[in-house]
């Protein structure tokens, strides 16, 4: 409660707050452009491909049409939501170290010896894609498994957003060495069941992408006081 208090009160600072619309304005303006586009292409291609075929008749009827419509609207929702707050964790990523910066200036103090390679970084983030993609072409042929291909791909988002969060941050907050020796075993649960409360707070339209800023200060002060064992100065 202690690591919830100083984050909400650090989120709800005006330096913060501010930089939490940047995502969620970015996120909705270029997503929705994006479905809206997707989404004109998607049926003109299959106004074409049915076009003088057997298949016009079958797409002539009107419950086809309509359930046509109603699947690519609900995909559609699916797929913003989700890659909207991906793309936010992306805009987020970029002021992942002043966030970092500021928490640790007012409550820490630590001084990291040797900070994290970018070349590090890097390759974590290509293994964790490699892994993520395997995951969605087995969540993909699991898709003729009515209702539970739906929780599959849950899990593979959940896995992705948890590897990518985890480190982002904790690139900015370990030294090279600390950050090595917590990657060597799995994240401890308590960590796992924060990400998974956020993914599961991102799942909500707006919210998620609005929440960012708070998840990093979050994870943040989790680092240094559960990682770290330091202690929040200043703490009223």
């Known amino acids: 409660m ?4 100083l984050s909400l009160q650090d989120f709800l600072s005006k330096p913060f707050l501010k930089f939490s619309f940047l995502p969620l304005f970015f996120s909705v303006i270029l997503l929705s452009l994006c479905v ?3 989404y004109d292409a998607f049926f003109s291609y299959l106004d074409s491909f049915t076009s003088n075929s057997w298949f016009a008749w079958f797409f002539s009827f009107s419950i086809v049409q309509f359930s046509l419509a109603f699947l690519s609207a609900i995909g559609g ?3 913003i939501i989700f890659a909207s707050v991906f793309m ?3 805009i987020i990523s970029f002021l992942t170290p002043y966030i970092v910066k500021k928490i640790n200036a007012k409550y820490y103090n630590y001084s990291i010896d040797t900070e994290v390679k970018f070349s590090v970084v890097l390759f974590k983030i290509f293994k964790i894609l490699i892994i993520g993609s395997i995951l969605f072409i087995l969540a ?9 291909s739906i929780f599959i791909y849950y899990g593979v988002f959940y896995y992705l957003f948890h590897k990518f969060l985890i480190l982002d941050v904790s690139s900015c907050v370990l030294d090279e060495e600390k950050f090595q020796t917590f990657f060597e075993n799995s994240s401890p649960l308590y960590f796992k069941i924060t990400t998974f409360v956020f993914f599961m707070l991102s799942s909500i339209p707006l919210l998620g992408l609005f929440l960012q800023v708070f998840y990093v200060i979050f994870l943040s002060h989790m680092f240094y006081q559960k990682t770290l064992s330091l202690q929040a100065k200043n703490y009223a």
């Open 2 to 5: 202690s690591i919830f208090y």
């Open 36 to 38: 809206y586009f997707t």
């Open 77 to 79: 929702f699916f797929i």
């Open 88 to 90: 936010s964790m992306l």
């Open 140 to 148: 993909t042929i699991l898709l003729i498994i009515p209702f539970v």
